[in-house]
């Protein structure tokens, strides 16, 4: 078994693991006020609740709290050693260890089995199986190579390697880690950039439909080099099925379907064009951390526990997410217990 082989098949095994579960996601802001709650710092009663009803699900096998790259990347801004340690502890509690693979790489998948599955092939395996890592490859996998070894044997140190990596902690991750030197991105900036752009082609968007096109064809604009290879791979492999779904539907029709099976940049897109729609608002550089979250949890988990702001802005009638995920919001500790107990008996 070659070493691509041996890491897909863990992949999937997890992924299968992690789809049979519910999966709750919580935006930093919920994992830091069960954190407080943890430390003894926060006695409010519905927090006290929900922490307790998670742990018991998490520990009967039913329920995980999967993380996203967004969730680390804000973990590593906190200053304080010890409330980072304590939230770091509460995510290897309540996750199993689990997060969704890095959203470049996800996009990737999701176009992938999109336009493999356009083509007609079939026995994929689900997207919800395939999007799933453990936090030590939370930004990518890599692995020892160029060594001294013969290939067989650089081949078993890196399977051993990869099975130490898969099981590593983030309470662990955390130790070898220098925070001072950790470089954030200015998300200001980059929302700043944004809010320009769309200033300058403001009088060119007509609806909110307009907005999302433009958004997501500006995302998909990203993945071309990808996007030529699949079609290539496709054509290749002889599918004729592509062919004929594509004349069978019209260009408006074809369009929203493939667009809502890319699921992360269908998200993206939808909160870009809401805010760009909005044309008093402008984008924040936590508005573009929390869209990550809005991504991640709409596109592959069960409940979101999020600010009211991010659930007002992706409840929105006209952006349709709640009809495309069956992905429950909540902006309060209460709101997401009641959903537990509706949900889970």
Not at 16 to 31: G, N, T
Not at 313 to 340: I, K, M, R, T, Y
Request: hydrophobic share 35%; net charge negative; with cysteine.
């Amino acid at each position: 078994m070659t070493l691509e082989q041996y890491v897909r098949k863990k992949r999937v095994q997890l992924g299968v693991e992690v789809a049979s579960k519910y999966r709750i996601y919580l935006d930093l802001r919920f994992w830091i006020l069960l954190r407080d709650v943890e430390l003894g710092r926060n006695d409010n009663q519905d927090l006290i609740q929900l922490l307790s009803r998670i742990k018991c699900l998490v520990d009967d096998g039913v329920v995980i709290c999967p993380i996203s790259e967004t969730v680390f990347v804000e973990l590593m801004k906190q200053c304080d050693r010890e409330t980072r340690l304590a939230t770091t502890k509460l995510i290897d509690r309540l996750s199993s260890g689990v997060t969704l693979i890095v959203n470049p790489e996800r996009i990737s998948q999701e176009l992938c089995n999109a336009i493999y599955s356009q083509a007609g092939a079939e026995n994929l395996i689900p997207i919800d199986e395939l999007v799933w890592t453990k936090l030590s490859y939370i930004f990518g996998e890599s692995h020892p190579h160029q060594t001294p070894f013969d290939p067989s044997e650089e081949l078993v140190i890196q399977k051993s390697f990869f099975d130490h990596m898969w099981d590593m902690t983030l309470t662990e991750m955390m130790g070898y880690l220098d925070f001072e030197s950790w470089n954030q991105p200015d998300w200001q900036k980059t929302a700043d950039r944004l809010n320009l752009g769309n200033k300058e082609h403001a009088d060119e968007i007509r609806s909110y439909k307009q907005a999302y096109r433009v958004e997501f064809e500006g995302g998909l604009s990203l993945f071309k080099k990808q996007l030529l290879k699949l079609f290539k791979e496709v054509e290749n492999a002889g599918y004729k099925e592509f062919e004929a779904n594509s004349e069978s539907l019209s260009h408006k029709d074809r369009f929203r379907k493939f667009s809502k099976s890319v699921r992360t940049l269908h998200i993206s897109a939808c909160c870009h064009a809401a805010v760009r729609w909005d044309q008093k608002r402008q984008l924040t550089g936590n508005d573009l951390l929390d869209f990550h979250h809005a991504e991640a949890a709409l596109g592959y988990c069960n409940l979101f526990l999020t600010e009211k702001p991010l659930k007002t802005l992706v409840s929105q009638n006209h952006l349709g997410l709640n009809n495309d995920f069956p992905c429950a919001v909540e902006s309060s500790a209460a709101g997401g217990l009641g959903v537990l107990n509706t949900k889970i008996s």
